[in-house]
């Protein structure tokens, strides 16, 4: 009985023990689950704090490249300057946002694609802003070309222009005194001036030297030839400048006004003639006696195209 009792006894230790060795076994089996768990996990988040750094890595790499890249240009053009200005603001805060986002301790795999696309915008935006300042640059090579040249021709042309006003400024003095010579030898010149008081019978004329005895002043002359002289219808003025240095006028028997050099003139008479560039004449201009005029020396004045042509005298007693 006793043996009995104890046979049953060992096979309660054992199975006590067996039970204790299996808790123990499923304890050791779960405490390697776990520590093979956490190994796994210690080697994903270290291979993710690798990649994350190779990334900043990367980025700084680029931030580096892409601000050596914008500084090659700043001051090479200053108008270009205020474009890299821009594109540096805009590439700096756009690598600060990625940082921001990769500085974070635990980042999943979507944000890490999602720094990685941002950083593949990153690198067009560097692109497209280093084409548009190389186009701008070549552009603005080609207009300073384009400017130094045209600057060149329009000082060639400056030149010329300058060459050819001192040109005609020397043709216009030139032309000018051409101009006086012609008009100095085409004016006209009268000859054989005769000046005479002469009295009236019917009609006949008889010339007189008393001033009470006549009753018209005559002068006669001739034209003298000239080449040069227009030829057309010519208005001959007469100025009887008498003893007190006044002219004898009478408007109501024609006396008026020429204008010589750019003054009124008071004229005692006037005459037309038909020219045509050879010696015409004898040419008369007749003036009647007016009350008022005096014995005396009396000068007869003749002119034409704002010359006086010649001159005559008479003395009235």
Known sequence: MEHEQQIA??????TYLMTIIGV???????????????DKILVTTETKLEDTSAEKAQLDKMLNETEMLLLEYKGKN?????????????????VTQIRKMLSQGNISKA???????????????????????????????VLKTAN?????????????VQTQKTENTA???????????????????ALNIKVEGIMMKGTKEKAKAKLSKITKVKVRFTLDKNEIADEGLK????????????????????????????ESVMYTSKASVNFSNVASGPITIYF???????????????????WMIGEGSLKLK
Do not use: H, W
């Open 9 to 14: 006894k060992d096979k309660r230790t054992k």
């Open 24 to 38: 123990l076994f499923v304890i050791n089996f779960a405490l390697l689950y776990n520590l093979i768990s956490k």
């Open 78 to 94: 200053t108008q270009l300057d205020s474009i890299i200005d821009i594109k540096n603001d805009e590439i700096s805060s756009k």
């Open 111 to 141: 944000q890490l694609a999602l720094a990685k696309s941002e950083i593949a915008k990153l690198t067009a935006k560097i692109a497209s802003a280093a084409q548009m300042i190389d186009s701008l640059s070549r552009e603005n090579t």
């Open 148 to 160: 130094n040249t045209l600057e060149e021709e329009n000082t060639t042309v400056k030149e010329v």
């Open 171 to 189: 043709l216009s003095v030139q032309n000018k005194k051409l101009g006086d010579k012609v008009k100095i030898a085409s004016r006209l010149k």
């Open 235 to 262: 208005l001959i003025y007469l100025r009887l400048i008498g003893p007190n240095g006044s002219t004898v006028a009478n408007q109501s028997a024609g006396s008026g006004t020429f204008d010589m050099a750019g």
């Open 288 to 306: 009647d006696k007016i009350p008022g005029m005096s014995s005396g020396s009396y000068r007869a004045l003749l002119y034409c195209d704002d």
